[in-house]
């Protein structure tokens, strides 16, 4: 049996392939994963691939999964250290959500599969969904967190969730776009203020003096 034949006979792990995957965005851009492209990375036929995947829009879904997989259990452990202020670890969280740059992959993909979810099916738009409710059940705990310890004011959790992420989704395209003004930091410094002004307490006036 050849190199190539036990290369096909052989199929890598799933999360092998949607490493494999990830990584042709990061190289390629989205226009250059395809299914011959990623068999031909990972030694299988596009056949065997789409037995795995079904379709390309399953593909990406299944990247993006696997990829916020692994941004979920960093952000995990960035906001899990208790000992750590609450703003610091917000501040932490924004400059996780916040890409890279332009064509940053995994934003890259995100915004490739919102695009594609106007057609998606019930299934896919419960994935997706999932998503957002992981990072938004992570910043509303956090925020939560700041409220009892009174390093933050006395808002509402959810709500001040929702104003936020919104911040960054618009600023994260712009900058993934590539956007001009609109850089990475630039935009956290937007969102540090943001931040500042909702969130902290407001100072406490000092007394004139007798």
Do not use: C
Request: hydrophobic fraction near 45%; charge should be negative; glycine fraction near 8%.
């Amino acid at each position: 049996m050849t190199p190539a034949a036990r290369r096909r006979n052989s199929a890598p792990p799933r999360e092998a392939l949607l490493a494999a995957a990830m990584a042709m965005i990061a190289e390629h851009g989205l226009d250059g994963l395809t299914m011959a492209g990623l068999g031909r990375e990972v030694g299988m036929s596009s056949g065997h691939l789409l037995y795995y995947f079904r379709t390309k829009d399953e593909l990406l879904l299944q990247t993006l999964e696997w990829s916020e997989g692994r941004l979920g259990a960093e952000r995990s452990a960035l906001l899990s250290r208790g000992t750590v202020p609450v703003r610091e670890r917000l501040l932490a969280y924004v400059d996780l959500y916040v890409p890279e740059g332009p064509r940053d992959p995994h934003w890259t993909l995100w915004l490739e599969v919102w695009n594609r979810s106007q057609y998606a099916d019930a299934d896919a738009h419960a994935r997706q969904a999932a998503i957002e409710r992981a990072w938004h059940r992570d910043l509303v705990a956090l925020l939560a967190e700041g409220i009892s310890r009174a390093e933050l004011r006395r808002v509402d959790p959810d709500r001040i969730a929702a104003r936020l992420r919104a911040l960054l989704d618009g600023f994260s395209v712009h900058v993934a776009v590539g956007i001009p003004g609109a850089g990475r930091e630039t935009v956290l410094t937007h969102v540090h203020d943001f931040i500042d002004d909702t969130l902290l307490p407001a100072p406490v006036p000092e007394l004139p003096a007798s």
